[in-house]
């Protein structure tokens, strides 16, 4: 056939070189590049004192799994309800969201799981229950926190409460209206019925010698708070009508009403000096002031509560200290008070406030309420040689939640934790941890690295009673350039309303915040990255090219190393940053 006669009929069409399935060629042996699924840390997770799972729970949350989502913080902290109400919440100054429009309103959703989720963490006991028997003494964040998670161990607790209820500073020093009693009992309930045991009404030291207990049980943790008020060391605090502040709060928890008068004044910057004016206004004061000697920026209680307090019509009288009582026939009149200019930083770092010279005034009141910080009540330690520091706190090891005698451990705020309910609930957990570790002859040190929350200073007890998860890079946190945000909606943050109006709110002790409602709280965790999480979306399953990623039931996905040519969109695409790219077989 000449080169003339050749038609396009007789040119073979192109096609493979294999006629059969793609499968016959082991590609992905050409790349030593294969995606691993590897959770990692969301940043409001490292910023969580607790160490919350946050992430996690608005993953399970995102699928309508509430119970699920509550079993999550659980895991973690006894006390969500409690922490959804007056946490102040360093997990949203870190959310990721942040970065793109608002931070998830992360408090909120806490305390939603908490009112509608109907599952306590049932106590998940390694090998059954222990012989071993732990006392807890106090029963406020640290020491219910540290029995929850010692029962979840499998020990046998008993706490130690002085008071005629549990709950410490919980119960007796945050008033109704910003956490109802109520809520508060019911998570004491959950507590209980993992067997723990709550003595009420002994005091150690009085009713009770810490030799004895500690002859009666292995190891003791000392969570004593801090409830004894400081003076205020000024002329005419002998006066009837001059008030600590944390007896006064007490007082109002046991059911006794204050009279305070028309006109009062509340020493103190912090939470406790919030809670006590607003308190104040509820019972009647008519002209309620706080005077704090710096300024509103170094103003130790949470900026909404101080927003608050100028909502109620409450004043702040900045930049002033008391220099004297007065009285009149007997009774508080007035108090003198002098002007303050901020110097220099002082030992703790704040501008040093100093008195401005001549600018003496009077400010006429009828009650004055000494809030100007708290002490803890813990000389009984002393018998078994534990030393007090300077400031009347139980002295550890550096680091550790040990005390010098062996067995005898402190946290919360009478050993030196920062005085937040949620690093008291930390330190309750650290103590259990360190407990645990003691009487199972591990190493507390290695074991608190092995499972810290990338670089801070909380830890997940999930993982210490589980350590054979994988699967989990406690250390990396995610950061927000690392997520692949290209299909998500800007969509404002929602706020828990107010439940009543200012005006109406200091006529009542009700609580003064509502929770979101189901169709917000629902817009809200839609919001959420669910940084470092998997949530099984399925954009990897969808988008490899190779076909090379496979559903793993529970165990999420698993790739086809044979098919995966390590080309990474899997990895491009994910969500929440969970697969990475590493080394082939």
Not at 71 to 76: A, P
Not at 177 to 205: D, H, N, Q, S
Request: glycine share 12%; proline share 6%.
């Amino acid at each position: 056939m000449s080169r003339s006669e050749i038609t396009i009929q007789d040119i073979e069409p192109l096609i493979p070189f294999s006629r059969a399935s793609t499968e016959s060629f082991l590609t992905g042996r050409w790349s030593g590049r294969k995606p691993a699924w590897v959770e990692k840390t969301s940043p409001c997770r490292e910023a969580c004192p607790v160490g919350n799972d946050i992430a996690r729970a608005f993953s399970y949350a995102s699928k309508g799994l509430i119970d699920e989502a509550l079993r999550v913080y659980r895991e973690e902290n006894p006390l969500p309800g409690v922490c959804g109400r007056v946490c102040y919440h360093p997990c949203e100054g870190e959310c990721n969201r942040r970065h793109f429009d608002e931070a998830i309103n992360i408090r909120g959703f806490e305390r939603f799981l908490a009112d509608k989720g109907r599952v306590a963490v049932e106590g998940r006991v390694p090998g059954g229950a222990r012989r071993e028997e732990v006392a807890v003494i106090g029963s406020g964040p640290a020491g219910l926190s540290a029995a929850f998670h010692l029962a979840r161990r499998g020990y046998g607790v008993t706490i130690f409460e002085a008071l005629p209820e549990p709950g410490g500073m919980l119960m007796y020093g945050i008033p109704e209206y910003r956490l109802p009693k109520a809520v508060l009992r019911r998570e004491i309930g959950y507590i209980r019925r993992m067997g723990v045991e709550i003595r009420t009404g002994v005091r150690v030291g009085r009713d009770a010698s810490l030799a004895d207990i500690r002859k009666a049980h292995r190891a003791v943790f000392a969570a004593v708070g801090a409830h004894a008020g400081k003076r205020l060391a000024l002329e005419g605090e002998e006066l009837s009508c001059v008030m600590e502040g944390i007896m006064f709060l007490r007082s109002m928890a046991q059911g006794e009403r204050t009279e305070v008068g028309r006109r009062v004044a509340v020493i103190g910057g912090g939470n406790t000096a919030v809670d006590c004016a607003r308190t104040a206004r509820r019972l009647g004061g008519e002209e309620v002031r706080i005077v704090y000697r710096r300024s509103r920026a170094e103003m130790p209680a949470l900026a909404e509560d101080v927003a608050s307090v100028e909502r109620e019509g409450i004043f702040l009288d900045l930049l002033a200290a008391p220099r004297r009582v007065i009285s009149r026939n007997g009774r508080v009149s007035g108090i003198e008070c002098i002007r303050m200019e901020l110097g220099p930083p002082d030992a703790s770092g704040r501008p040093e406030p100093l008195p401005v010279r001549g600018s003496e005034f009077i400010v006429p009141v009828d009650t004055v309420i000494a809030a100007v910080g708290q002490t803890p009540e813990a000389d009984f330690v002393r018998e078994s040689g534990v030393r007090l520091d300077g400031r009347g706190m139980i002295e550890r090891l550096p680091g550790t939640a040990a005390t010098a005698i062996e067995g005898l451990f402190a946290g919360g705020d009478g050993a030196g934790a920062r005085a937040f309910v949620a690093d008291a609930i930390a330190s309750g957990k650290m103590g259990a941890m360190a407990i645990a570790c003691f009487l199972e002859g591990k190493d507390w040190r290695k074991e608190l690295e092995s499972h810290r929350i990338g670089k801070g200073p909380s830890f997940s007890f999930h993982h210490f009673m589980h350590p054979g998860e994988d699967r989990v890079d406690l250390k990396h946190v995610v950061p927000y350039e690392s997520l692949n945000t290209t299909c998500v909606p800007y969509a404002d943050r929602s706020d828990n309303p107010p439940r009543m109006r200012p005006e109406r709110g200091i006529e009542t002790f009700k609580e003064v915040s509502a929770g979101l409602s189901p169709g917000l709280m629902e817009a809200e965790i839609s919001r959420c990255f669910k940084c470092g999480t998997c949530t099984r979306c399925d954009l990897c399953f969808l988008l490899c090219p190779d076909i090379s990623i496979g559903k793993a039931g529970n165990r999420g996905y698993e790739v086809k190393v044979d098919y995966c040519k390590g080309c990474g969109m899997c990895a491009s695409a994910c969500p929440g940053q969970v697969i990475e790219m590493g080394g082939g077989r």
